[in-house]
């Protein structure tokens, strides 16, 4: 276990155990790196982590602070960035997709017609810097399920939305720890679209390994891989 998913757990405990409440201030950081026998470094590591779920508030010249959620969601909250750090299923999805879906773009971009570009400019134009993770991430998914239903072939739509809803824990994490998810994302969109747009296959397939890549590029970075 990475030893900043020990100090994860080792607070996990102390709020389950009531040792810590919602609302309350954590000891000073020497105090509470002693009690819990990790490095300094790894429990401010593990609170950066909290701080970014917002199971954790940090607070400039005063302190750190136990968020006022339930303790359930605290912990459900936990446990969620534990998963995401140990769980290699969703880099082999990744490659999965990396496999499937630029070939199913090839097939999309040779029949695709001038409406077809015409609704995803406006699945984009739904999107701002100001959309919430679980909206992008929501956008992602009907993005890419549209595109994938232009190839005309219902088993790859299926098998497509099989292994990209086996990586959305993945995208949310991305999209709630990575500064200019949402603007990265629109751009990638905005590159397949204008490919599809030009009915070049190639670069429509290219674009999208792009896209997957960037994703999967981050995600070994978070779970050290």
């Known amino acids: ?15 389950r155990s009531g040792e810590l409440q919602p609302g309350d201030r954590l000891p000073p950081e020497k105090e509470l790196s002693d009690a819990l026998g990790l490095s300094r470094s790894s429990l401010r590591e ?21 968020t006022s959620l339930t303790p359930d969601l605290l912990l459900d909250a936990m446990a ?8 290699s ?7 999965v997709r ?12 040779r029949r695709a017609k001038p409406a077809d570009v015409e609704h995803l400019l406006g699945l984009l ?6 959309t919430s993770v679980d909206d992008l991430v929501d956008h992602d998914r009907v993005f890419h399920r549209y595109i994938a239903e232009l190839t005309g072939n219902a088993y790859l739509v299926g098998l497509l939305e099989t292994v990209s809803s086996g990586t959305l824990r993945a995208r949310v994490w991305r999209g709630l720890s990575e500064e200019g998810s949402v603007e990265r994302t629109l751009t990638e969109h905005h590159a397949i679209v204008d490919a599809l747009g030009k009915g070049d296959a190639a670069l429509a397939a290219a674009q999208t ?17």
Request: net charge negative; glycine share 4%.
């Open 89 to 95: 299923s969703a880099l082999e999805l990744f490659e």
């Open 1 to 15: 276990m990475a030893v900043t998913d020990e100090a994860i757990l080792r607070i996990k405990a102390m709020i």
């Open 209 to 225: 390994t792009v896209h997957i890549d960037g994703v999967a590029r981050w995600l070994r970075r978070a779970t050290g891989s």
């Open 80 to 87: 969620f960035l534990v998963d995401i750090h140990q769980d």
């Open 125 to 130: 134009a739904q999107v701002h810097a100001t």
């Open 98 to 109: 990396r496999i499937l879906e630029p070939a199913a773009m090839t097939l999309a971009a």
């Open 46 to 66: 593990a609170v950066k982590a909290l701080e970014v779920i917002r199971v954790l508030d940090v607070r400039q010249g005063d302190g750190t602070y136990v």
